[in-house]
T-cell receptor, first 115, second 117 residues
């Protein structure tokens, strides 16, 4: 499978715990994105990387959220001291700059439930 | 103002019929891109079709076509010959700016399509 893969697919955690999600983009894609989606809403942009550089962060990304892409390949999204409001699906996506209108291809998402 | 507006929270269509899902957008950029994605209940966002702002022809991909009316700032998705497997949420999205430059894609709130046998 050469698509975007995310791990874990589902995570239940207690409030106050830290969680980390991993994303492996499509191999030749140099751009990687994180989005958050809550029930009944479209995906909301969180942050994006071009290679290993984090070029944009949404105001939605509070200080408790951090994303890295250390070698320009896979990425991690960490949420510290989780809150119930963090419960959502976290979507990772990737694209190749300039190709096909920079179409973004998504993974299957990581569902987070904070109890 | 909303960047992407999808005014139909839910739609029903009879199997084998065509259906149009509405999308209007708001941007002052000359170069931009419009996308449609399908999200089944499993959660994965599946890319369907892309239209660039400078593309003169409406995009088509199999049973999907994008009715692009630039002056009206609309980018409606037409699904022909609906199938039961088309039942899903459909999201319209817009990339502002040139595809090689800064990237941010904004999504609408979606339309839930249900295909009736």
């Amino acid at each position: 499978d050469t698509g975007v893969s995310q791990d874990p697919r589902h995570k239940i955690t207690k409030r106050g715990q830290n969680v980390t999600f991993r994303c492996d983009p499509i191999s030749e894609h140099n751009r990687l994105y994180w989005y958050r989606q809550t029930l009944g809403q479209g995906p909301e942009f969180l942050t994006y990387f071009q290679n290993e550089a984090q070029l944009e962060k949404s105001r939605l990304l509070s200080d408790r959220f951090s994303a890295e892409r250390p070698k320009g390949s896979f990425s991690t999204l960490e949420i510290q001291r989780t809150e119930q409001g963090d419960s959502a699906m976290y979507l990772c996506a990737s694209s190749l700059a300039g190709a096909s209108g920079n179409t973004i291809y998504f993974g299957e998402g990581s569902w987070l439930t904070v109890v | 103002a909303q960047k992407i507006t999808q005014t139909q929270p839910g739609m029903f269509v009879q199997e084998k019929e065509a259906v149009t899902l509405d999308c209007t957008y708001d941007t002052s950029d000359q170069s931009y891109g419009l996308f449609w994605y399908k999200q089944p209940s499993s959660g994965e966002m599946i890319f369907l079709i892309y239209q660039g702002s400078y593309d003169e022809q409406n995009a088509t991909e199999g049973r999907y076509s994008l009715n692009f009316q630039k002056a009206r700032k609309s980018a409606n998705l037409v699904i022909s010959a609906s199938q039961l497997g088309d039942s899903a949420m459909y999201f319209c999205a817009m990339r502002e700016g040139d595809s090689g430059g800064y990237q941010k894609v904004t999504f609408g709130t979606g339309t839930k399509l249900q295909v009736i046998p």
